[in-house]
């Protein structure tokens, strides 16, 4: 049924190639700044919620556990008392800052980013003093209107019952705030996680003026397309509705982990729902890896799966790795099926996730405070549940959707450009990015005895699902279905861009003669084009043309000032002036 997610259980993983070493070392480089003298831990990141069932949500949280050393799956984590280093040993704020080259303070006022959660934090507005004292963020708070804490119905009280999602509440208000410390925040606890509850949220948080909306959750969609009504929910054009794509793979295979005896039956075989609407901005998860000074040394897509990642390790649960893959009944938007390499793909006309991305791998993960639940404080936790907000509050950053209707559109006219950084390496399929010579075909040959079914996009798949396209869930140059059009480089990716347009012809004529001007134009979105012209020729009057040239007749003598406004196939404008003087 719509929004099935299998029960965990136990299982196997096959991991291998990287090497014990070079595994440990990637861990390592997680830590921005390790020093001498620095304490160690040995940490296995553990999911936050649990599996959803039929119809309902699961947040894509995960946090850092500590373990035994011995413990299957295990990872080294320094932990490092430095400026550049989390309470728990994670990312801080300022690290989000440095990493992706804006300020938290410069911009956002006026912004209001809205996070739909389900249950209550009680706690969330005493550990977000807590959080924002340990950084010298600026103060937010219920008195000080800054955080205002809702039911799903957008009324204070009564606020729902302890649902036991502390932990991804205080994950999103807080890197919220982190990336955007001049945004207000509305903080949606609706009853509970059925799809049914977050899409009143979401329409709620809309009614209450929020300029972005993040969202950290889904479900993988298997059983048919998405009902219209939950749909209409993540349809609000002008607004920014960001949606994390999972933490279990290409088509959610990880699933697959929990039950190998089961075969493809396990897997659903799906990306998850709400990340696959074509009218959300769709975020995946990377693996940031930081330099000596806190800056972002490089990116690649996170994947904790499959043979390419570590030697073989016998785990109990999946390990996580950023979702997506081609949406079963969702159609893609123009701009997304018109990339360069969209037919690398095999997603024919639907959609795929991701759009954008940003940190997720909780081995690199965010450090958050949080007292309830049996909070024990500081932690370090990541999943795509980090990257949404991340991405939502930086677009606030930038201004918010800038009158773009379905503001993705403002990301692909960045695409190629140095305002995104472009991941190239890893995959979220079963094989990381790694082809047929490394890691055999895992679609149709026997793992643990069975086929395990559309587990990566390197090989074709059987039965409904797409065939063979490695851009779908294997990183490369430009776009592709991992990290979408990449991960910021600044707000540049965030801005509001169009088609230009230059205007040439006379620049003096006599009145009572006609001219002619023309236009040429360009246009940064995919396969964008302008097919509208008005001229308003300084006199008063205007005219219309879907081609580029125009004459016009002056009647009266003097200095004209031609305005050209040019529409796209978007619906984007650009503008341009021409003086011109009638004798």
């Known amino acids: 049924m719509f929004g099935d997610v299998p029960q965990i259980g136990s299982g196997r993983v096959l991991r291998r190639s990287l090497g014990i070493g070079a595994a440990l070392s990637i861990a390592l480089l997680a830590m921005p700044a390790a020093a001498a003298g620095g304490s160690a831990r040995y940490v296995l990141a553990v999911p936050v919620c649990k599996a959803a069932t039929p119809g309902h949500a699961m947040c894509f949280a995960e946090r850092l556990k500590t373990v035994p050393a011995r413990t299957p799956g295990a990872r080294l984590q320094r932990r490092e008392a430095t400026p550049t280093t989390g309470p728990a040993g994670g990312l801080t704020p300022g690290d989000l800052a440095s990493a992706y080259h804006f300020s938290s303070t410069a911009t956002g006022s006026g912004q209001k980013v809205a996070i739909i959660d389900w249950g209550n934090d009680a706690t969330i507005a005493a550990d977000l003093d807590t959080f924002d004292s340990q950084y010298g963020l600026a103060s937010c708070t219920v008195a000080n209107g800054c955080l205002s804490v809702l039911n799903q119905t957008g009324q204070k009280s009564p606020l729902p019952?302890?649902?036991?999602?502390?932990?991804?509440?205080?994950?999103?208000?807080?890197?919220?705030?982190?990336?955007?410390?001049?945004?207000?925040?509305?903080?949606?606890?609706?009853?509970?996680?059925?799809?049914?509850?977050?899409?009143?949220?979401?329409?709620?948080?809309?009614?209450?003026?929020?300029?972005?909306?993040?969202?950290?959750?889904?479900?993988?969609?298997?059983?048919?397309?998405?009902?219209?009504?939950?749909?209409?929910?993540?349809?609000?054009?002008?607004?920014?509705?960001?949606?994390?794509?999972?933490?279990?793979?290409?088509?959610?295979?990880?699933?697959?982990?929990?039950?190998?005896?089961?075969?493809?039956?396990?897997?659903?075989?799906?990306?998850?729902?709400?990340?696959?609407?074509?009218?959300?901005?769709?975020?995946?998860?990377?693996?940031?890896?930081?330099?000596?000074?806190?800056?972002?040394?490089?990116?690649?897509?996170?994947?904790?799966?499959?043979?390419?990642?570590?030697?073989?390790?016998?785990?109990?649960?999946?390990?996580?790795?950023?979702?997506?893959?081609?949406?079963?009944?969702?159609?893609?938007?123009?701009?997304?099926?018109?990339?360069?390499?969209?037919?690398?793909?095999?997603?024919?006309?639907?959609?795929?996730?991701?759009?954008?991305?940003?940190?997720?791998?909780?081995?690199?993960?965010?450090?958050?405070?949080?007292?309830?639940?049996?909070?024990?404080?500081?932690?370090?936790?990541?999943?795509?549940?980090?990257?949404?907000?991340?991405?939502?509050?930086?677009?606030?950053?930038?201004?918010?959707?800038?009158?773009?209707?379905?503001?993705?559109?403002?990301?692909?006219?960045?695409?190629g450009t140095s305002a995104v950084y472009d991941v190239t390496t890893g995959g979220n399929g079963f094989c990381g990015g790694e082809g047929a010579a490394q890691c055999g075909d895992p679609n149709v040959l026997p793992y643990h005895t069975v086929a395990l079914g559309a587990v990566d996009c390197d090989f074709p798949a059987k039965g409904a699902t797409p065939s063979t396209g490695n851009v779908a869930c294997d990183a490369g140059p430009g776009y592709d279905g991992p990290s979408g059009v990449g991960t910021p480089n600044g707000l540049g990716v965030f801005a509001e861009t169009g088609p230009t347009a230059a205007i040439a012809g006379p620049k003096s004529a006599q009145h009572g003669v006609s001219g002619t001007w023309t236009a040429t134009t360009k246009d940064p979105f995919p396969a964008g084009a302008v097919g509208s012209y008005k001229w308003s020729w300084g006199d008063g009057t205007t005219s219309a043309t879907t081609t580029g040239s125009d004459a016009h007749v002056y009647a009266l003598a003097g200095p004209y000032s031609v305005t050209l406004t040019v529409t796209d196939q978007y619906g984007m404008k650009g503008t341009a002036t021409y003086k011109v003087n009638i004798t």
């Open 161 to 415: 019952s302890d649902q036991g999602a502390a932990d991804e509440i205080s994950l999103d208000v807080e890197a919220v705030h982190s990336v955007c410390q001049l945004c207000k925040i509305d903080l949606i606890e609706v009853n509970s996680n059925a799809f049914s509850s977050t899409a009143a949220g979401v329409d709620e948080a809309v009614a209450l003026g929020a300029t972005e909306v993040s969202n950290s959750y889904g479900g993988a969609d298997t059983s048919g397309p998405p009902p219209a009504a939950l749909s209409a929910a993540y349809n609000h054009p002008g607004i920014v509705i960001t949606v994390s794509t999972g933490d279990d793979g290409y088509y959610t295979f990880d699933k697959w982990i929990d039950t190998p005896a089961k075969g493809p039956a396990a897997n659903p075989g799906a990306p998850n729902f709400p990340a696959e609407l074509s009218t959300v901005v769709s975020v995946g998860g990377t693996s940031l890896y930081l330099n000596q000074t806190g800056g972002r040394q490089f990116e690649t897509v996170w994947n904790e799966n499959g043979p390419d990642d570590a030697d073989e390790q016998i785990v109990g649960s999946p390990m996580g790795a950023t979702g997506g893959g081609c949406s079963l009944f969702v159609n893609a938007q123009a701009w997304q099926t018109h990339v360069p390499d969209w037919s690398q793909t095999a997603c024919g006309s639907k959609r795929l996730g991701a759009d954008v991305a940003a940190v997720g791998d909780p081995y690199t993960g965010f450090d958050t405070y949080n007292k309830s639940d049996g909070g024990k404080g500081w932690s370090t936790i990541g999943g795509t549940s980090l990257a949404a907000p991340v991405i939502a509050a930086m677009y606030a950053l930038a201004g918010g959707a800038h009158g773009v209707s379905y503001p993705s559109l403002t990301l692909y006219g960045h695409l």
